[in-house]
């Protein structure tokens, strides 16, 4: 990326502005528009007009942690993922574009406790895999699935027939929907729908499925080039399938829930029924085996119990 040679005397807005026009053909559309979304949203109102050379520590930190405590909608605190975002963001802009000023900017990245993963319970689980099992369309077939893979809800409804290998009992999951904010001024819509690559390498993933479901699968084949949710050349979007999932919940009595949920409770099943984390990690698509372990490891009160009954043998 160019340097700025006139950086003392420019503004924060116009570091943002060239940052954002200077990366676009760099970053996923995904990536892009959460950028474009923070900056306007957040960064540019409180920096609009300071000038680089003014920047500090003090001024930057003070921004974070008003942000921290106050930043999101109704003057609730932001989300640990959109603050993580926006420090990034704002160390990027920063050493790109301030390299002939002769100062250190050190943001102070805050600390979260890590959210408690909601997972169904065996009950809840059971009710549900029950109500899908019976009269089950290609909207329950796709809830089955998550169930048994733990995919994700954009990978999900992106997946088409041509990823499902019946014969050797495998899906491809190689590209995934989201809502992005449209960034486009030419658009009249605020948001659109894009189909693209996963969030990361590694959730670009072939997970095997079980007999059971290869077998379910058979019974809905449809051509390679429709989408499976729908066995026609039409998808359905994350939020709407979300809708129908929330329906089935009230149906079966479950409290509500996110289908995200899905996927934890499929890695904490899997944890307890004794799957390696290594294994899991690559299941799920996660970049880092120690994220899975930090997030899904976690062994109760029975299993600790075991494990010190062993240190006592022979006292």
């Given amino acids: 990326m160019s340097k700025n040679n006139n950086c003392e005397s420019q503004t924060f807005e116009g570091a943002i502005k060239q940052f954002l026009t200077n990366t676009?053909?760099?970053?996923?559309?995904?990536?892009?528009?959460?950028?474009?979304?923070?900056?306007?949203?957040?960064?540019?109102?409180?920096?609009?007009?300071?000038?680089?050379?003014?920047l500090n520590n003090d001024i930057i930190n003070k921004f974070i942690q008003d942000k921290i405590e106050n930043g999101g909608l109704?003057?609730?605190?932001?989300?640990?993922?959109?603050?993580?975002?926006?420090v990034c963001l704002l160390k990027q802009i920063i050493k790109n574009y301030c390299k002939s000023i002769d100062f250190?900017?050190?943001?102070?990245?805050?600390?979260?406790?890590?959210?408690?993963?909601?997972?169904?319970?065996?009950?809840?689980?059971?009710?549900l895999k029950t109500y899908l099992s019976f009269d089950t369309d290609n909207k329950k077939l796709g809830i089955i699935i998550a169930m048994l893979t733990g995919i994700r809800i954009g990978e999900l409804c992106a997946l088409k027939w041509e990823n499902i290998d019946l014969e050797n009992g495998t899906i491809f999951i190689n590209k995934t929907i989201q809502r992005i904010k449209n960034t486009d001024d030419t658009e009249e819509n605020k948001t659109k729908i894009i189909i693209d690559v996963p969030k990361s390498t590694?959730?670009?993933?072939?997970?095997?499925?079980?007999?059971?479901?290869i077998n379910k699968l058979k019974n809905f084949k449809a051509h390679n080039h429709t989408y499976l949710l729908t066995n026609t050349e039409n998808y359905i979007e994350p939020r709407i399938y979300q809708r129908h999932f929330k329906h089935y919940l009230k149906i079966c009595k479950i409290k509500d829930n996110k289908f995200h949920s899905l996927r934890h409770t499929f890695a904490t099943m899997a944890i307890s029924k004794g799957i390696d984390?290594?294994?899991?990690?690559?299941?799920?698509?996660?970049?880092?085996?120690?994220?899975?372990?930090?997030?899904?490891?976690?062994?109760?009160?029975?299993?600790?119990?075991?494990?010190?009954?062993?240190?006592?043998?022979?006292?």
């Fill in 24 to 54: 676009k053909a760099k970053l996923k559309q995904s990536t892009f528009s959460r950028y474009t979304f923070i900056c306007e949203r957040y960064i540019l109102p409180y920096f609009k007009q300071i000038e680089l050379k003014n």
């Fill in 202 to 213: 590694t959730s670009i993933r072939i997970i095997p499925i079980p007999q059971i479901l």
């Fill in 277 to 315: 984390v290594k294994t899991l990690s690559i299941l799920l698509g996660h970049a880092d085996v120690g994220f899975t372990m930090k997030r899904y490891v976690h062994p109760n009160m029975e299993h600790k119990r075991e494990q010190i009954e062993k240190l006592a043998i022979g006292f």
């Fill in 74 to 86: 109704k003057g609730l605190p932001l989300s640990a993922k959109t603050i993580s975002d926006m």
């Fill in 104 to 127: 250190d900017i050190n943001i102070i990245k805050p600390c979260y406790k890590q959210q408690e993963i909601t997972v169904f319970s065996d009950i809840e689980y059971n009710k």
